[in-house]
Every structure is written in structure tokens, then in C-alpha cells.
């Protein structure tokens, strides 16, 4: 193609929507359908120059143009309480649902290696040795020990403040960290399951499981299925990098991306709640059953959320990823 000879034949159709640009809100009916028409004259355009004869004095030129007509046209949104309703209420309900299928595995597997550690440490005294002295031990495991004070060690609103960042940290670097073919999120994972693995081993071994038991129940049920939610999440955005399906993997990876952000935000307020608990409920000094049924009562709500109105949501086509107006634009293809 010659880009002169191009230039020379479509100059005066994009001066024309710089001069409607510039006009702003007071164009006649006639000179908006004008508008609307030059907009998408334009955008074919300069993706016919992308593709054919890239220039990046003349590709600024027009893409700065088709941005400021696609604003013009499409209007500007300003987001409202009721985005942030509709993001609460489908959005991100939509979004856990739809991606069920990665995290409910990883719960399975992850509570299951959890289990196997605890069980392993707790039967072979070799590897109790290993991770700490006798007296230590004793001292974590004993009625009043660390392990029974640590959730009564700071004021319940500090402490719950201080809990809630940390897995929403946790949780954030698991969506992040997916795009790195999830390998990053495999080692939170172990991490977290070591953790809790150890935990359940040394109680178990000073036959005292059931105080453990009672203590990471009422907020560990929630805070852990918000942890394997982010990791599902962080590994299907993984498994994007190595199959994006039938869009290309730039397309694909921006609404996987676009999704964990949402997701983010979302497992944020779902953390807060498990940071409650484990502020104030977890050492407080109700019933051990009341403090599970407190726990097993919130999780039972988030998934009674996500299977009703994340289903009905996914239902009617919310995916959780952002509105058509709010992404970016994609050109059109030339023929």
C-alpha cells in the first residue's frame, strides 16, 4: 500500500471527525449519524495501516482519534453503587462459580495433603524431633501453650486487622503469581497446607487435636476456601498461558486478568469476614460447638452465595469480567 497515496485519499474524512470532535455535545442529529460513520471509517483504517504499512507518526495520530470518537460515542461512565451492587450480587458470585471447577479440586487435594502431613508428623516422633526440641514442643502444644494464646496475643481489632492483610496478601499473590503457569501458586499452596499440616500433627501427638480443632475451625473454614478460590483462580489464569482456547492468548489472558482483579476485590470482603472471626470469635470464651457452628454458619453462607446467585448470574451470561463500554476497544479486522 502506498501510506501517501492513503493518506492524501482519507485526510479530509479524518479532519472532518476532528472538526465533529472538537464540536463536543452540539452537533445536529445529522452530524452525529456523520460521526458514528467516520468513528468506524476510522477504526478501519487504522487498523489497515497496523497491519499493512505501520507508521507510528500516522498510527498515533489515528488510534488518538478513534479513542477520543469512541468516547464521544459510546458516552462516559461514571461507576456508581449500583456497579458496586450488581459486582456483589453477580459479578463476583459469577466469577467463583464459573471457575468451580479449579478450585473445589484444589480445596480436595489441598485439605487432603494437609491431612497427610498432620498425620505423618503426628505418628513418627523422628520428625517431631526434627522440628523443634522437647521443651519447645511442650511449650506449643500445652493447655495455655502458644498455639491456644495466639489468637488472644493482641487486642481482637488489631489482631483481625492484622489477619485480614495478610491473607488478603496471600490471596493477591495467587491471582497475581498465576500467570507465571501457576507454578508460584502450587508453592503458596504447600506452604499453607505445611502450616496447618504441622499444627494437626503436633496436637495430634499430645493428644489435644480436638482443642486445635476448635480453635481453626470457626474462621479457618472461610479463610481457607477464599485461599483455594484465589489459587484455582490463579492456576486457571496459568493454564490460560499454556492454552487460551479459541481466542487468541492475548485476548484470552485480558479477560482472565480482568476476572482475577474483580476476584481480588471480592475474596478482600470474604477475608474481612473470616478476619472477624478470628478477631473476635475464635478467642472468645463461648462453647467450642458454638464457635464451630459460628464457623461452619459463614462458610455455608458463601457457598450458598455462590451456588445460588453465582449460578443464576452465570446463568444469564455475567462471567465476572468487566462491561462491553468498559473494555478496551478491539478494532476492526480488515479485509
Known amino acids: 500500500m502506498d501510506l501517501d497515496v492513503y493518506v492524501t485519499a482519507h485526510r479530509a474524512e479524518w479532519e472532518r471527525l476532528d472538526l465533529l470532535l472538537r464540536k463536543g455535545g452540539r452537533l445536529t442529529g445529522a452530524e452525529a449519524d456523520e460521526l458514528v460513520s467516520l468513528y468506524q471509517r476510522t477504526a ?3 487498523s489497515l495501516v497496523q497491519s499493512t504499512a505501520p507508521d507510528p507518526q500516522l498510527t498515533a495520530r489515528l488510534t488518538q482519534l478513534v479513542a477520543r470518537a469512541r468516547a464521544t460515542v459510546t458516552g462516559t461512565r461514571r461507576s456508581s453503587w449500583r456497579d458496586a451492587t450488581r459486582f456483589l450480587t453477580a459479578g463476583f ?9 479449579w478450585w473445589a479440586p484444589t480445596a480436595l487435594l489441598s485439605t487432603l495433603l494437609a491431612v497427610l502431613i498432620g498425620w505423618w508428623i503426628g505418628t513418627h516422633p523422628e520428625v517431631q524431633a526434627s522440628i523443634g526440641a522437647p521443651s519447645e514442643l511442650r511449650e506449643m502444644t500445652r ?52 502450616n496447618l499440616g504441622v499444627g494437626i500433627g503436633l496436637m495430634s501427638a499430645a493428644g489435644r487435636l480436638d482443642v486445635f480443632l476448635g480453635l481453626i ?16 483462580t490463579g492456576l486457571r489464569l496459568g493454564w490460560t498461558v499454556i492454552d487460551p482456547g479459541p481466542t487468541t492468548r492475548r485476548a484470552a489472558l485480558a479477560e482472565q486478568g480482568r476476572a482475577a482483579v474483580g476476584m481480588a476485590i471480592g475474596l478482600a470482603l470474604v477475608l474481612f469476614v473470616s478476619g472477624l472471626i478470628e478477631g473476635f470469635v475464635t478467642p472468645s470464651g463461648l462453647p467450642t460447638w458454638a464457635r464451630i457452628a459460628i464457623g461452619i454458619a459463614a462458610e455455608l453462607a458463601f457457598l450458598a452465595y455462590v451456588y445460588v446467585l453465582g449460578r443464576r448470574a452465570s446463568r ?8 462491553e463500554p ?3 476497544a478491539s478494532l476492526p479486522t480488515a479485509a
Do not use: K
Not at 220 to 227: D, F, H, M, R, S
Not at 316 to 323: K, R
Open 93 to 101: 458470585p459469577a466469577a467463583v462459580y464459573r471457575s468451580r471447577h
Open 143 to 194: 493447655p495455655g501453650g502458644q498455639y491456644e494464646t495466639y489468637y488472644s496475643s493482641h487486642p481482637a481489632a488489631s489482631f483481625a486487622a492484622q489477619v485480614w492483610t495478610n491473607n488478603a496478601q496471600a490471596a493477591a499473590m495467587c491471582l497475581v503469581l498465576g500467570a507465571f503457569l501457576g507454578i508460584p501458586v502450587l508453592w503458596i499452596l504447600f506452604l499453607n497446607m505445611l
Open 316 to 323: 444469564t451470561g455475567t462471567t465476572g469480567d468487566l462491561d
Open 217 to 232: 475451625l470457626p474462621h479457618g473454614l472461610l479463610e481457607l476456601t477464599a485461599v483455594f478460590v484465589a489459587a484455582g
Open 326 to 328: 468498559d473494555r478496551s
Open 44 to 46: 478501519t483504517h487504522l
